[in-house]
């Protein structure tokens, strides 16, 4: 479907142009006949988050290796996006649109949506907002806010990954909320791991290579 390794491009968003980078799946890989495609949205722009950070980056290379079709993109007033930063709202406009453009550009059924950091807090509103939905990934959730707090339900299996040395986010508000929520999410703690995941991402990728699957595959 797609020509280059990964494909750089600007979409209409609904403050403006998007930049996205789009990453198709490795074919014969274990989810690559699923129709499946996913979506990462990156840390807090406020901070240097892009899509291009590290975390992100990554976990575009998980769904690509098991056969899932990937956009990370740009928020709103971060690189080749226009507009201005909306407090994490706009933000959840920008993947609803992103989502809907790239589901017609692979003619996926279902869609994966992950975040890091401020990106899991967008992916959280995605989940509750795309009917599509099949699965959540989220990467260091900042519980304490956003909206996090008041979601007891998600449509869909979550899969939550903590960093244990996080420095950035208090991960006792993140065990306490995951359990309230029905149903229960597939925890993953990385015991060794900052916020960032320095020296950490080849185990973050392995990890989740190993588990996601069981939850993107539809029942």
């Given at each position: 479907?797609?020509?280059?390794?990964?494909?750089?491009?600007?979409?209409?968003?609904?403050?403006?142009?998007?930049?996205?980078?789009?990453?198709?799946?490795?074919?014969?890989?274990?989810?690559?006949?699923?129709?499946?495609?996913?979506?990462?949205?990156?840390?807090?722009?406020?901070?240097?988050?892009?899509?291009?950070?590290?975390?992100?980056?990554?976990?575009?290379?998980?769904?690509?290796?098991?056969?899932?079709?990937?956009?990370?993109?740009?928020?709103?007033?971060?690189?080749?996006?226009?507009?201005?930063?909306?407090?994490?709202?706009?933000?959840?406009?920008?993947?609803v649109a992103v989502a809907a453009w790239f589901q017609q550009r692979t003619e996926a059924?279902?869609?994966?949506?992950?975040?890091?950091?401020?990106?899991?807090?967008?992916?959280?509103?995605?989940c509750l907002r795309i009917a599509s939905v099949r699965h959540g990934l989220f990467v260091?959730?900042?519980?304490?806010?956003?909206?996090?707090?008041?979601?007891?339900?998600?449509?869909?299996?979550?899969?939550?990954?903590?960093?244990?040395?996080?420095?950035?986010?208090?991960?006792?508000?993140?065990?306490?909320?995951?359990?309230?929520?029905?149903?229960?999410?597939?925890?993953?703690?990385?015991?060794?791991?900052?916020?960032?995941?320095?020296?950490?991402?080849?185990?973050?990728?392995?990890?989740?290579?190993?588990?996601?699957?069981?939850?993107?595959?539809?029942?």
């Amino acid at each position: 479907m797609f020509d280059v390794k990964e494909d750089r491009l600007v979409i209409a968003g609904p403050a403006g142009e998007l930049e996205v980078v789009v990453r198709p799946a490795d074919k014969g890989s274990i989810l690559s006949e699923h129709n499946l495609c996913a979506v990462v949205c990156h840390p807090h722009p406020r901070f240097g988050g892009t899509m291009d950070n590290k975390v992100v980056t990554t976990l575009t290379r998980v769904y690509a290796d098991l056969g899932v079709p990937v956009a990370r993109f740009n928020f709103r007033g971060v690189g080749a996006s226009t507009g201005e930063y909306d407090n994490g709202v706009g933000e959840v406009d920008d993947l609803v649109a992103v989502a809907a453009w790239f589901q017609q550009r692979t003619e996926a059924t279902a869609l994966s949506l992950a975040g890091f950091s401020f990106g899991s807090g967008v992916a959280s509103n995605g989940c509750l907002r795309i009917a599509s939905v099949r699965h959540g990934l989220f990467v260091a959730p900042p519980v304490g806010r956003y909206n996090f707090a008041s979601v007891r339900s998600y449509p869909c299996p979550l899969t939550i990954v903590v960093a244990g040395q996080d420095e950035l986010v208090d991960n006792a508000q993140t065990f306490v909320w995951a359990k309230t929520l029905d149903p229960a999410p597939q925890l993953v703690e990385l015991p060794e791991a900052s916020h960032l995941f320095h020296g950490q991402l080849v185990v973050l990728r392995e990890r989740l290579t190993a588990l996601l699957p069981q939850q993107l595959v539809e029942p």
